[in-house]
């Protein structure tokens, strides 16, 4: 099968002993059963290996006891073992026809069901002849693809002088292929979904066969060794947009994910547009790459030969995740939201503080924008601020402040306030007890709504529009009607106070809360002691 010939490196890779063998793993601690569980002569090697920093946990019995986990996507992971653990209270209803039918359409929806279908619907669309000849598979749409001793020819771009960004002419007849058989009538099949962020059909419309193995050489100016990942990006200005990437991207790293190496940092990105990339988010690169952003710029005037190159899920797929992710009603808690939420604060290392009261966290998100502005913020922060069980902190997210800091901020978060904005997008982050009181939709309801429920976080929302105050109907900027979004408002702020306090209520009868204090209690009484020793 084609999928066993694309594997990124081989297993060999693994003989020696020092501790740099391991380093490349760096997963969160609760993913690290289902990692070696898909890999088991790597667990195997680790075991016999003194010097692999994970032999004394392998050996230990709360992972021997988590050893069938399985992500959910593979052939022989059983239901009951997932590391997803979905939610759908309440009667079912709409369009299926069961509870457990309800819970499977989630789970293929917004959970890692997503990703099985990917790897189920991969096909090959260029065919090796030989072991290290060229292969390209894609799934459904042309929504994910990898291949091996891809050529990519960036010549003609030397010669355009106007910006490359959601173009879908980058490349021409002939300018992608590989020395191969091409299934060409299956490929075209699949172009239905022609549009900048949603296929990559633009690009592979055009691909076609060499004359010769690329392995010989003589045709790429230029060779890429190591993995690489093309992506097409959404806008990296805004946090609810830029992270659909990293979302698409951490989904298609477990698409992938055939070969140890899967979960690696040493690997290229190329980012298909000729813009420097720049975001305030850019510190989440360094989960995916330990190397610096490439553009179309890098290479042009360039024939390019990628060895092993992945083209990963895309921002703004129909039916896709999260932008538009079409959530069954009634169900939340998907596992692959917590799990990206879990790998993207190990990789960062922020931590997550003990505590030694019960006082909850509260962040305020304070907008400094045109639009949207709180114009009654500091009597709201002063009405629960004189609650003894809450600590209040008023925090403003702008493009400079660093986002690892954003970050710390956030994980530490009881209940996270704020106006409809990208901002919000922050929830990603928060404790699985948290609350997002998203202050005001601005007549936008399911968009952060739609974001909790796939992260499993609570969702709140004002509930009394005689108590909420507009400054003006609010104009759209480009000369529409009345818009919500472009107005400021004031609130009540004794309503604002009950609103929080039904939030504080979820949060402290939350059984993960409870572990957590406890779990600080704990590591406060130990450190206790060795201090008075």
Known sequence: MIRVLLVVLTFGAFAGGSKSDYEFINLPKSHLPLFFRRFPRLEERCLEDESCEYRKLLKSEAFKAKKDTCWGYEDDCRKKNRFSKPECPGDFHGYVKSKEAQLETFYAQADFGFVRDQIRETRIMCEPTFPHDSALECSKYLRFCRGRNIMVNFTDLIHRTEPLRYKMDVLSHGQIGGHCKLHRKRL????????????????????????????????????????????????????????????????????????PYGFSTDVQILVWESYTYDSPFAETFKVFTKHPIADLKTYAGKVVCFKNLVLPLLPRMIFGLYYNTPIITGCENSGFFQAFSEHVLHRLKVPQRSRSDRKLRITFLSRQTKFRRVLNENALLEEISENEDYLVNRASFTYKTDFREQLKITRNTDIFIGMHGAGLTHLLFLPKWAVLFELYHCEDPNCYKDLARLKGVRYLSWERDDLVYPEDEGHHPDGGGRHAKFTNYAFDAKEFARLVAIGAEHVWNHEEYQQFLERSRRKQEKLSGKDEL
């Open 188 to 259: 075209e099949d699949e172009l239905e979904h022609i549009s900048p962020l949603q296929s990559w059909g633009p690009e592979l419309r055009f691909f076609d066969t060499v004359d010769k193995p690329l392995s010989q050489g003589g045709t790429c100016d230029v060779t890429i060794d190591r993995p690489a990942f093309i992506m097409k990006i959404d806008a990296t200005i805004n946090m609810y947009h830029h992270f659909c990437d990293f979302i698409n991207l951490y989904g298609s790293l477990h698409a992938n994910l055939s070969d």
